[in-house]
């Protein structure tokens, strides 16, 4: 439209040019008559053609717009409309790209919820007796492996040959230590039984759930038990008294002990209550622990849960210390007990050097006879 314009401006401009120049010839014509009554011909051919001229140069004058603009402005025109068109053009590719995303999240998300009610579904037909593969049946997680069996290496920490280790750092001298087979994590044995001892979950962790260590080293069954050296005071402290009913067989012994204890006595303290009973200072308190006598069943009530209490917590404390005891104990058997494997003192080196000397006694009870036979034996199959 704007082209359209200009072209229409210039047109008018051309015609009011032309008017102009038209207007110009008459107004001259009227004021010089002596062209016409005076002059020559001659001289007529001279004012015509001046007159045609000053025409011609008006009409080829460059026509010019105000403003400064021109029709040559076309091109940067052109190129404005190609940039609303490119603008136009990424408008809706973006918005092209945008519904894409839409619907594949949509889609997405349509997929989950499918394989999320197929695997629920699976579930319950599974629950029901229905052959099919659930979750447990098909996860493969890291750590899911079963701890491992393992045998296990024992040594001698001593001064010169000192042993780290897994609980304290460093193991105390003259204190065994023991390992996974083929391996050199070692640990002291009575840190690793009294470890065992007060918190079971923390033990197999120390090799990071490799081993199953608890299963393996202090089980009945395994055929790598380190109980199987202890002996029948070994017997008795581990599978009896600590492990023997998860420790009720313990329990029951120090409630017997102490209802004993208590029978024994039991004259004793009849005469010191009732010595107590008939004292003065007693009833001189007559009016502080008369009113705990005289008050209602809640208030009894309350005290003798309280008393109850008391008591547990105390029995409680004494059956931790008997325990802790009975441990130390268990761990003094240990280090008596189990044969070191790793080190100057270990068996196969006793075996060893038990058969080297068997083999020497046996060579050396050899007497003359046995000699000279072993020399005719040598004669008859001379090669």
């Not at 401009?13 to 008559?33: M, V």
């Not at 015509?48 to 460059?62: H, R, V």
């Not at 519904?99 to 594949?104: A, T």
């Not at 050296?229 to 023997?244: I, N, R």
């Amino acid at each position: 439209m704007m082209i359209c314009h200009r072209y229409l401006l210039a047109t008018l401009a051309i015609a009011l040019s032309i008017e102009r120049g038209t207007a110009a010839g008459s107004h001259s014509s009227w004021r010089r008559p002596s062209c016409n009554s005076f002059a020559t011909t001659s001289e007529n051919t001279r004012c015509a053609s001046s007159s045609s001229s000053i025409t011609d140069d008006a009409l080829n004058l460059p026509l010019k717009l105000r403003g400064g603009s021109t029709i040559a402005d076309d091109g940067e025109i052109t190129d404005e409309e190609e940039e609303d068109e490119e603008v136009e053009q990424r408008k809706i590719q973006q918005q092209k790209k945008e519904e894409f995303e839409k619907l594949s999240k949509y889609r997405t998300e349509q997929q989950i919820l499918y394989q999320i009610r197929s695997t629920y579904l699976s579930e319950m037909l599974a629950l029901r007796g229905v052959p099919l593969p659930t979750i447990t049946s098909v996860s493969t997680a890291d750590g899911d492996k079963p701890p491992e069996k393992v045998d296990w290496d024992c040594a001698m920490c001593t001064e010169e040959d000192p042993k780290s280790c897994l609980y304290s750092f460093d193991a105390e001298p003259n204190t065994k230590v023991v390992a996974p087979l083929g391996t050199d994590q070692w640990i002291s044995l009575s840190a690793l039984n009294r470890l065992r001892r007060t918190d079971p979950t923390k033990v197999e962790p120390m090799w990071h759930s490799r081993y199953s260590i608890l299963k393996s080293w202090f089980a009945d069954e395994s055929e790598f038990s380190m109980l199987q050296h202890v002996g029948v005071k070994g017997f008795l402290v581990s599978s009896v008294l600590l492990d023997g009913g998860n420790g009720l067989v313990l329990r029951s012994l120090l409630i017997m002990t102490v209802l004993s204890v208590i029978i024994t006595l039991m004259p004793l303290l009849e005469f010191i209550v009732g010595r107590i009973i008939v004292s003065a200072p007693f009833w001189a308190q007559w009016t502080t622990w008369g009113r705990v006598v005289r008050a209602g069943f809640p208030l009894k009530l309350l005290l003798g849960q309280l008393a109850w209490k008391g008591v547990a917590t105390t029995f409680s404390k004494l059956e931790n210390n008997v325990r802790e005891y009975i441990v130390d104990m268990e761990c003094e058997i240990l280090e008596e007990s189990v044969p070191l494997t790793v080190g100057v003192d270990s068996v196969e080196e006793e075996e060893d050097v038990s058969d080297e000397e068997e083999v020497e006694s046996e060579y050396d009870n050899l007497d003359g006879e046995d000699f000279d036979s072993y020399d005719d034996y040598d004669d008859d199959y001379d090669y």
